[in-house]
């Protein structure tokens, strides 16, 4: 009867801890993704309103050195880019051909023919604008490429991370 009476008592005892860690999981996830859809909520409403965008159809966060949100979509004039200083604020505009992400993600295809691209990101790296992209090999390490906003110039590849 003592034998019944601790594996009644334990089986509550390891759910409940099971449930607790899971509302635990799941409320951090949920804390962590708030942060980062506010930072692109705040970003596109900025995008629109001081940078003259009427549609988005880019965002990305790029954090190199400093922490950079972009926003890119069309104006009344053409394809823009809003990168805004996650630090001070300040605003640049970048006018652009719409298909340039393309552009760039075609060229790492065509250098290294990776697996998977997991991100392009636009920002700012010594005073310049350039493209942050980062990829999957086909061996499963990461790679990182680093190119030049305005002419899609490689200017940096790290590969196997």
Same mark, same amino acid.
């Given at each position: 009867?003592?034998?019944?009476?601790?594996?009644?008592?334990?089986?509550?005892?390891?759910?409940? &801890?099971?449930? &607790?860690?899971?509302?635990?999981?799941? #409320?951090?996830?949920?804390?962590?993704?708030?942060?980062?859809?506010?930072?692109?909520?705040?970003?596109i409403h900025v995008a629109k309103t001081k940078g003259g965008l009427q549609t988005t159809t880019f965002y990305s966060e790029f954090d190199r050195r400093q922490?950079?949100?972009?926003?890119?979509?069309?104006?009344?004039? #053409?394809?823009?880019?809003?990168? &805004?200083?996650?630090?001070?604020?300040? &605003?640049?505009?970048?006018?652009?051909?719409?298909?340039?992400?393309?552009?760039?993600?075609?060229?790492?295809?065509?250098?290294?023919?990776?697996?998977?691209?997991?991100?392009?990101?636009?920002?700012?790296?010594?005073?310049?604008?350039?493209?942050?992209?980062?990829?999957?090999?086909?061996?499963n390490s990461l790679g990182y490429y680093l190119i030049n906003f305005h002419n899609t110039k490689i200017l940096q590849v790290i590969n196997n991370l």
């Amino acid at each position: 009867m003592v034998k019944n009476l601790k594996r009644q008592w334990k089986r509550p005892l390891l759910l409940g &801890i099971l449930i &607790i860690l899971l509302v635990l999981s799941v #409320g951090s996830f949920y804390v962590m993704n708030a942060s980062h859809s506010s930072a692109r909520s705040q970003a596109i409403h900025v995008a629109k309103t001081k940078g003259g965008l009427q549609t988005t159809t880019f965002y990305s966060e790029f954090d190199r050195r400093q922490q950079f949100y972009t926003v890119g979509g069309q104006t009344r004039q #053409g394809y823009r880019y809003v990168v &805004i200083n996650g630090q001070n604020g300040k &605003i640049q505009l970048l006018n652009s051909p719409a298909g340039l992400v393309r552009q760039v993600r075609q060229t790492v295809q065509n250098h290294q023919n990776p697996k998977q691209i997991n991100k392009v990101a636009l920002g700012y790296y010594q005073k310049h604008p350039v493209w942050e992209v980062t990829y999957r090999n086909q061996n499963n390490s990461l790679g990182y490429y680093l190119i030049n906003f305005h002419n899609t110039k490689i200017l940096q590849v790290i590969n196997n991370l």
